[in-house]
């Protein structure tokens, strides 16, 4: 008898979800997919548009789990700004935007007290959300406010959101993030503090995971995922008639990487199901990279001084 992953009668709020084009759509599908409850937090500007899509059906097409006929469903909503711990940590300009008018709860330790109110307790937390306001800007030209809101909402969210919902987990539950190879290697066109970002969140992932797993028997992980298209990653670097950054990764990705194959969104689902499932209770602090190999490459097969 093979083993299976049973999550029924878990719930798991995954922070991040606003289309179904991303890794965080994928890794709730793969959790509803071994029974979980899922539960998301969505970027308040978005907010509307993403409920409006999911009650037109939209996304039906992509809820679809692995029996064929069954959609995965979301069962609540949570308007979530990751950069705000506290109600009072909200500016004025923030309060007052048109984008978050008639919103309000919506920050972490205020999404984690209304979770709580609903459900109890959880046992899965997925981080699925960066932000950096100058990414396409090189290291040398960002400015002090771009890297450090690129910390803030790609690296410290992480932290502000364990710090919150880990009182409210279950005894052997589990959070997991997403990060990028950018973190220990040069990737050009990844800039405005992104790569110290990410290498923020997988630092913070080994201290969290020993802190987490003494205080409330938590496991922490983080996903090193490989390029994929989905909306947010297509906005980076976008230029009229040029390669998108994400479009040319993912060409360097299928050129180089040791698996010479397309990777798609269920691979970081399926990877992100193990990490969060009991297979893998004795694994944290782990960066588990998901990307065909090419974290393992010194050397780029197509590259000009390659050739014979």
Known sequence: MGATI????????IAGVADSTG??????KALADAGATIIVGTWPPVLKIFQNSLKRGSFDDDSVLSDGTTKMEIAKVYPLDAVFDTPEDVPDEIR???RYAGLDGYTISEVAKAVEADYGKIDILVHS???????TKPLLETSRKGYLAASSASAYSAVSLLQQFGPIMNTGGAMMSLTYIASEKVIPGYGGGMSSAKAQLESD???LAFEAGRKWGVRVNTISAGPLKSRAAS???KEPGAKTFIELAIDYSN?????????????VGNSALFLCGPLARSVTGVTLYVDNGLNCMGMALDSTSMQQ
Do not use: H
């Open 235 to 237: 906005a980076i670097g």
């Open 6 to 13: 049973d999550l029924k009668g878990k719930v798991a709020f």
């Open 96 to 98: 007052q935007n048109k």
């Open 255 to 267: 050129a180089n990487a040791p698996l010479a194959q397309d990777l798609y969104s269920d691979d």
């Open 129 to 135: 959300l960066a932000n950096g306001p100058e990414v």
């Open 205 to 207: 992932t080994r201290t």
């Open 23 to 28: 890794y965080g759509w994928a890794i709730a």
